[in-house]
Each structure stands twice: as structure tokens, then as C-alpha cells.
């Protein structure tokens, strides 16, 4: 039997294979630890999750302070690609990176369809 560790990372790489405009993704804990991921060699996991978990954090503050309710999504768009997240429960963000040409919409909907099945998982 997987472990939950492993558990998770399989659901990472079958969001990627479903959806090849995302790149790279993780799993990350609100203490901005990784919990699993699914990055290149010449990614740091230790800075996808200390960026992840501050984005989160920034993101959850900036929504309840400005009365736009629970946060949903944080994007940011660089020129040479997206970074994504979306929350896990209140435990953790599924993070992405996107090419630069990526379908968002289909990123959206894949992503969040993947945090509904990480949710037991964290």
C-alpha cells in the first residue's frame, strides 16, 4: 500500500500529465513545509515552500481585510509563466507552475479538482 506521501505525489503527476501546461507542482503545508511534489531538478523545494506558504498567508490576509471573502486562488504572472495556488482545506496549497501560453481555465479546473482529492490526504 502508498504511503500518503506518495499518495499525494501521484495525484500530482497525473494533474501534470492532464494538463501539460502545468510544469511543476507541490504540496505544501500552511507552515510552509513540503508535504509531496512534483518539481524539476532545478527547482528548490525548500523555496516553492517557504514562497508558497508566505503567498498563502498574504493572499488570506489581503482577502479578509479587503471584505473579498474566504480565499480561493492566488496567481501570480510572471513573463515567463504563471505561479498558482490554490488551498487544501485549511492544512495546506497545491501550488503549480504554468507555461506562459497556458490555458488558465483548464489549470483552474484541474487544479482545484485535485485539491478535492488531496483533501483527505493532508
Known sequence: ?????????RHLKTMQMNTPDIEASAVVSVDGLIMASAL???VEEDRVSAMSAAMLSLGERIASELRRGQLDQVFVRGENGFVLLTSI??????????????????????????????????
Open 1 to 9: 500500500m502508498a504511503s500518503r506521501t506518495e499518495e499525494m505525489v
Open 40 to 42: 524539476p531538478a532545478d
Open 89 to 122: 482545506g485549511e492544512e495546506a496549497v497545491l501550488t503549480a507552475l504554468a507555461h506562459s501560453k497556458a490555458k488558465l481555465g483548464l489549470v483552474f479546473l484541474d487544479m482545484k479538482r485535485t485539491a478535492n482529492e488531496l483533501v483527505r490526504l493532508v
